[in-house]
């Protein structure tokens, strides 16, 4: 096996490269690969070659922290509610609620009468019933008289017969008191009349009973009997109108917003009513605030689930607002290459804004205060937080990594603006873990055509190499020691390894010798 090793007193960046690597004849992928790895291998040496590499001290960094709704876990299935249950909420249910109540002063009266006035009336049970009376009876004697006469000679009879006379005296004398009371009606009316009779009779004989100018001459009295005359009675009823109104019922006060407590199940009812509040009812429905039951399936629901998180984070204050932040960048990490490119920069600013919540796998970056003072105008203290929490989050995407790479280089870049050695040097190393950290997640899966896939690999890698140049600042020995760490996991990804971890080129039957060069104890969270 060759391989392409640096000079004595180099720091070791040697990559392994299979035999028969410069071969044109073979047919194989590892000479392509060969050579390509050979040409960015020999620019390194070439340009760093013969340096020396000094561990470089920076601060370390805190841990993470247990995951919990404010700090969610780092994974998708986090976005959505505990348990896959629609009817939790990992964050509170939020909700309002209004009260009514029954008071009079308040609200004025309803149209439920609750006392009714008293009045004449000649119903009793029901209106129209015509049972609101009480029955008298009397007699009058001799309202008027009559007479007819009959005639012996032929039988005729003339005059006024009690049947005719006194029918007509008691319709007369009826009609005459039912003027005397208007609008009796129903059973009053029915049962009242006026009967008749008639006494005091007496025949009275003129001429010969033999002869043919005898006649008889009867004469009466009328008689009348007034039967069930309703007299009307005094009483209370719903006809006679209401005297009194129950009070009516409306809302008490205006709407309460509440919450329930992260984690609680959906509220069905919004509780019981206060006291001398008669209901109390939902006036907004239970939303869960942290929006675990909006789904995240296409890149359209994806944006509107961020969407309503940052729409949400405004007006969120404690935890809510803390737990929100951390979504945005948890959705970031694991889909941003889904979001449009405004959403993914809102997710920049938000790291500018509101830089400690975050995902329970983010390891925030410890700077010293004076550091963190020069730093801060060029935002490098939470735009290197962005890049390190990519690298943290063992589920962020490939393509996110790529969507992202060239802003941790430009953040790179952005160390040698910083005047200071003691802030610039070790924030050049964590800035350089960081942006190599995001190149490697950056490598896609190395199978099929490695010609196709390698050539935008090196390219990434070539920018890198820029971007370390500007940071080193004509530093090279820092800069060869991070160019090896930067080649080595291109290295480990192309070829497999052994069952003791070394890699193994194909043709080979050993496995190369390691590399001498150690980690960068600078490189924060490595």
Not at 50 to 73: E, G, K, R
Not at 457 to 482: I, P, S
């Amino acid at each position: 096996m060759r391989s392409i090793a640096a000079p004595d007193g180099c720091v070791d960046t040697r990559l392994a490269v299979a035999p028969g690597l410069a071969s044109e004849r073979s047919s194989d992928r590892w000479p392509k690969i060969g050579r390509i790895a050979c040409s960015i291998a020999i620019v390194f040496l070439t340009q760093a070659c013969a340096l020396t590499s000094d561990d470089v001290q920076t601060d370390d960094v805190t841990q993470a922290v247990t995951a919990d709704w404010i700090h969610p876990a780092c994974q998708g299935s986090a976005l959505g509610p505990p348990g896959n249950d629609p009817l939790y909420c990992n964050g509170p249910w939020a909700y309002s609620y209004q009260e009514w109540w029954v008071n009079g002063a308040a609200c004025g009266n309803s149209s439920t009468c609750t006392a009714y006035n008293s009045c004449w009336s000649w119903d009793f049970y029901s209106e129209g019933d015509g049972l609101g009376y009480s029955p008298i009876w009397w007699f009058e004697g001799a309202v008027t008289s009559g007479s007819y006469t009959w005639y012996a000679w032929d039988g005729y009879t003339e005059g006024q017969f009690p049947e005719d006379l006194c029918l007509l005296a008691a319709n007369q004398r009826r009609d005459a008191l039912l003027a005397t009371t208007p609008g009796v009606h129903g059973a009053a009316l029915a049962n009242f009349n006026v009967g008749w009779n008639y006494s005091n009779v007496h025949i009275w004989p003129s001429g010969n009973p033999w002869g043919y100018d005898y006649s008889e001459t009867t004469t009466y009295d009328c008689d009348l009997y007034i039967n069930s005359y309703p007299y009307m009675l005094y009483g209370t009823h719903p006809w006679c109108g209401c005297a009194a109104y129950a009070p009516a019922e409306c809302l008490r006060g205006g709407a309460v917003a509440t919450a329930t407590a992260p984690g609680a199940i959906k509220p069905a009812s919004p509780g019981a009513p206060s006291s001398g509040s008669s209901r109390r009812e939902f006036a907004v429905a239970p939303s869960c605030t942290t929006f675990d039951q909006q789904p995240s399936g296409t890149d359209a629901e994806l944006r509107a689930k961020f969407d309503s998180f940052a729409a949400a984070l405004p007006t969120a204050t404690g935890d809510l607002q803390s737990s929100l932040a951390a979504r945005m960048k948890l959705v970031f990490q694991l889909y941003g290459e889904r979001l449009t490119a405004p959403q993914r920069t809102s997710v920049e600013t938000l790291y500018d804004n509101k830089p400690d919540p975050a995902p329970a796998c983010s390891v925030p970056l410890t700077w010293a205060p004076s550091c963190r003072t020069e730093a801060t105008p060029l935002k490098l203290p939470s735009q290197l937080q962005l890049c390190q929490d990519l690298v943290k989050n063992d589920n962020a995407s490939t393509g996110i990594a790529n969507a992202e790479f060239q802003h941790c280089l430009d953040e790179l870049e952005k160390v040698n603006q910083l005047s200071t050695d003691a802030c610039r040097l070790p924030t050049r190393d964590v800035a350089d873990s960081a942006a190599q950290g995001v190149l490697t997640k950056s490598y896609p899966p190395f199978t099929n055509d490695l010609g196709v896939r390698l050539p935008g690999v090196f390219t990434r890698v070539n920018a890198w190499w820029k971007a370390a140049t500007t940071a080193a600042r004509g530093d090279h020995g820092w800069l060869l020691g991070h160019s090896n760490t930067a080649v080595r996991p291109l290295g480990i990804s192309l070829w497999p390894r052994d069952r003791d971890g070394a890699t193994t080129p194909p043709g080979s039957r050993s496995p190369p010798s390691r590399p001498r060069a150690e980690p960068i104890r600078g490189a924060a969270g490595r």
